[in-house]
């Protein structure tokens, strides 16, 4: 064991959170950076039909994370568990077996959205006008899509064994390659949403190479190894159940984004579909920190339900879920306030402006207390909770959003209807989740006590 895996189980937890939360906090706010910074730099420089057009591809951005999440989100937590029981061989299978699915899934992926690009493009909200610069960006994007799988599978494996500021790099650089390159491939070369793209995809390639070579150096106690990537079906059933819960999380996102981009194209037009690629950005801000962090403290929660150290597990959780619902609200409660300001970072379009301040103060309402839901879901996950963690992210996405984005315009005869329905399915998804995890979470560490 070395010093890494061993703080888990010693440190103090304020000290432990905040060394590790912290630098994954920042990593996942500078990840953020890479979709941002498109955004700004295209709706400034390019135009609203560009913006809007950036936005449309975001589904497929999603889904490819959304597998990176289904390998190492499922994976990392098991390994780290297998870490606090001493079981390093284990836990470097788990990596290896994470490896191999990653590459088989970056080449399903590419497959099927090079061959279906055009009708998911107007599927999910594009029009004749918006449909140039969609297909532009992601045709580019696709290419690099084993960087975004090795960076976001692999990294929470350097997490798991304690190394999150190591974690951190591969962000960092990659969000430094992506800041300096757009300006100059979107205007230097004068290439727009092209240029975007490549900017997009050379930074990835940056992040990609600092993770494998950390991950084949000494300096890892997790190495990747030629002898571990060999499939075990069994090792890879595991990582699969506990990974779906993610992967359901994020490529709902794929599925939201193509109800809520419909319909809004259906009962309003480009420029509603527009004020969604803001609303999301906006959103992220509070998500995306709060996941940062959660990310970061996770492994806490599992090397020490591994080791069997209950009462650290209690203390820790408590912390996750103070931290996550009160930066929610805080966050979101500023958004909420400050629409306008943060509307014109992407564009100085009034009238799309002006929709986002309208809309906002519905759309994000649910946040304010979804900080409960993350915090809970984090537990979950940590406590190799499959079944629960998989029925949580179905909620809010599948058994809520989707159907309330259905009804509620059919209903009203009205795009602002959907708006509210991604509030009343926050609020509601993270009321049930904090209630669920008030009543299962003593039976659970009753479970590992016996």
Not at 81 to 96: F, P, S, V
Not at 150 to 173: C, D, E, R
Not at 244 to 262: A, D, G, H, N, R
Not at 286 to 293: D, E, K
Request: charged share 10%; aromatic share 10%; proline share 4%.
């Amino acid at each position: 064991m070395n010093n890494s895996e061993e703080k888990l189980g010693t440190w103090p937890l304020g000290r432990l959170m905040f060394s590790m939360g912290i630098p994954t906090l920042v990593a996942q706010l500078i990840n953020l950076l890479y979709n941002i910074v498109d955004r700004v730099y295209i709706g400034q420089g390019v135009g609203r039909e560009a913006l809007t057009g950036l936005g449309l591809t975001l589904p497929v951005i999603t889904i490819i994370s959304a597998f990176s999440s289904l390998a190492g989100a499922g994976g990392a937590p098991l390994a780290a568990i297998a870490l606090g029981q001493g079981n390093k061989r284990k836990a470097e299978r788990i990596l290896g077996n994470v490896f191999t699915m990653l590459c088989v899934f970056t080449i399903g992926v590419m497959a099927v959205f090079y061959a279906a690009e055009k009708p998911f493009l107007y599927l999910v909200g594009a029009s004749d006008a918006t449909y140039p610069y969609a297909s532009a960006y992601l045709r580019i994007y696709l290419i690099g899509t084993f960087f975004v799988q090795i960076v976001l599978g692999l990294n929470p494996f350097i997490t798991a064994q304690g190394q999150s500021k190591t974690a951190m790099g591969s962000v960092l650089i990659g969000a430094a390659f992506n800041i300096i390159l757009d300006p100059i491939f979107i205007f230097g070369f004068h290439m727009g949403v092209q240029g975007a793209a490549l900017a997009t995809i050379l930074s990835q390639l940056a992040g990609a190479i600092w993770v494998l070579r950390f991950m084949t150096s000494p300096k890892t106690s997790l190495r990747l190894k030629s002898d571990c990537i060999r499939p075990d079906l069994k090792l890879v059933g595991s990582i699969m159940a506990l990974g779906v819960s993610p992967f359901i999380m994020q490529s709902t996102e794929s599925l939201i984004s193509v109800v809520m981009s419909s319909g809004l194209q259906r009962y309003g037009n480009d420029v509603y579909v527009g004020s969604l690629t803001i609303l999301q950005s906006i959103m992220q801000l509070t998500s995306t920190p709060i996941n940062g962090f959660t990310q970061g403290v996770q492994p806490i929660l599992s090397y020490n339900f591994g080791a069997g150290k209950l009462n650290r597990v209690k203390q820790a959780y408590r912390r996750i879920i103070a931290v996550t619902a009160g930066f929610s609200f805080l966050l979101t409660a500023l958004e909420m306030m400050f629409p306008k300001v943060l509307a014109r970072m992407f564009t100085q379009d009034e009238e799309l402006i002006a929709l986002v301040g309208h809309a906002a103060p519905i759309f994000l309402a649910g946040m304010l207390i979804f900080g409960i839901q993350m915090g809970c879901q984090t537990t979950f996950m940590g406590l190799g909770q499959a079944k629960i963690s998989l029925f949580m992210a179905l909620l809010r996405k599948v058994f809520l959003l989707v159907p309330f984005a259905l009804i509620f315009p059919m209903v009203t005869g009205k795009a602002d209807s959907i708006y509210f329905a991604e509030c009343t399915a926050d609020a509601l998804a993270a009321t049930i989740c904090g209630t669920v995890f008030a009543l299962k979470i003593r039976k659970i560490l009753a479970k590992k006590i016996s």
